[in-house]
């Protein structure tokens, strides 16, 4: 495995200190910001998030902060998800498309009064894309990157690690929702959410000089929880069938061919940018889509380039994330799959960097 | 030294097998891509760059396509450089700044014809930027990212490599001018530019599939001349004063406060979108500014976070981007200082990782 390069560029997040201490081993980049990979080895991070309670440093996740009286009016120029019934507390999974109808982004909106929102952000530079439109459109709204680093706290524990910090009040947040939470004077918003299927929260620290308080506090609080840092887990968000944007779907894609047609209302999504482009698509469907396959054999190695598949002589879509899954005991993976072969239990073959492999399209995801 | 996990979001290139057939030891990620940074060390590949002839892989430098009759006034919204006077052929270093005049990217432009240039970027995805504007704007322009991905020959040799592919024709290429030349019945744009002090070229291929036996016509062209693979320097391009954007500037900064103020037209540059706001900046000057800083003592290990500058107590700015020079016996640095203590001569205290360190402002850059 080659070493990455770090620099001032690639930046560090208020928990850098706490993730280095914690021995994180690897690294990507994302919003160019750090992101640890890997703290003992993939498979016992999958085993340790299973069964006990993780923190992880998503700061990478930047928030993209819409504030005055147009910003509702752009948050819905942003998405074909109808944004009419969000009220403030609530988070909304929405995907982010062009006037092509092409995701630029599928973060999590995060709704904090009539007239603010923050999208906590995939792997794009969406507030370029926001601040042209504001600019473009001419209107009255601020966006900007504030200084806020979402903290994950994830794992069958979370709750009762949350707890003992900020009291039971915490259990009470539903899915999807957040509610304020004081840390050393200051009000936190701490929502029911993360990338894992396994529960937890993300806490949005806003302002760096806490980090590494609430970071100590988190692991003093949780010992006997065998809390430990983590980090988004390959194997387990596979499994779960959570989207990597930038893997597993690009600008090329409509948020119909990734499976997020459930969060498109593109008949009454009015003022989204794309949503033109989307009508023909919400009708007729899309011509490939998202879909879980297993693919038989050995543990595969990390997809670092697409793996086209195939039915026969013909390229019917391609695989953009896989991973050994110990507990299901296969090559779980994520593919993008052309109409006519993506039926669950359709064989196909896989190429992988070890050569061609049986696969199975799968009818839901493992999780 | 973390090592880095590659997936599919960390874009591979047309070259990437021949970096990994080099013997690339390390990476960063710029613009969602693989750039290696390491191949025997960096002071040994800072060597052979100043005496051979290195081929390196820098499509992470992706290019935004602006094309159609509105593509040149979408250009003078992104620059406060006066485009007026710019012919085909030419390439002009384009700070881009917001409307508030802060940098969103340091790119060269590259103009094609009347109506259509290429911006290949720094590290930020400034195609979203200008996708907003067009889109808001209504403009009359397509804006994507083509399949182009610059390929850089740099290094005193580069001259005698480039003609042996493409004609003697190539040495009559002008500094940040390009031509066109043939390759395998493709033709491909030619500049005399690149992110070194050693002379050079970049060719800007298009079409992903020729990457590879382009990479290897120019090591079979070049055995005699030692050519090898390569990558941007951080001893030499510090030694050279090119700055790193993510690294000595972000949006935070205008461009006269890194030091690009010769760049700005800002009386002229009509259409520009940050023009207003840089007005006050371009009469009376910046407030700090980047400068050459030469750190005293043992070699520095790489800035991975920002260095702050002291004089006595005072913080005066601080340091991004520092190597060790063998060259000059010294080590060299960018910082950003503010003006009670940017003048040449003026004595600095840096807080490196390794503690305190004796610093001087200089007059220029080294080389």
Known sequence: MAQISLSHRLRRTPFSDGVEAAGAKAYTVYNRMRLPTLFESVEADYRHLKSHVQVWDVSCERQVELRGPDAARLMQMLTPRDLRGMLPGQCYYVPIVDETGGMLNDPVAVKLSEDRYWISIADSDLLLWVKGLANGYRLDVLVDEPDVSPLAVQGPKADDLMARL??????????????????????????????????????????????????????????????????????????????????????????????????????????????????????????????????????????ERAWPAYVGDKRVGQVTSAAWSPDFDTNVSIGMLHLSHWDPGTALEIETPQGMRPAIVRDRFWI
């Open 166 to 303: 900020f009291g039971d009040r915490v259990r009470d947040i539903r899915f999807f929702r957040f509610d304020m939470f004081e840390f050393e004077g200051r009000d936190l918003a701490v929502a029911r959410s993360g990338y894992s299927k396994q529960g937890g929260f993300e806490i949005y620290v806003e302002g760096g000089e806490i980090g590494m308080p609430l970071w100590n506090a988190l692991f003093a609080a949780g010992e006997d929880l065998q809390v430990r840092a983590g980090c988004p887990n390959l194997i387990e968000r596979i499994e779960g069938g959570l989207l990597s944007y930038g893997n597993d779907m690009t600008d090329d894609n409509t948020p119909h061919e990734c499976g997020l047609g459930r969060f498109c209302n593109t008949h009454t999504a009015i003022g989204c940018i794309g949503r033109d482009a989307l009508l023909r698509v919400a009708k007729e469907g899309p011509v490939q889509q998202i879909r879980p396959i297993a693919i038989e054999g050995d543990p595969v190695p990390p997809c």
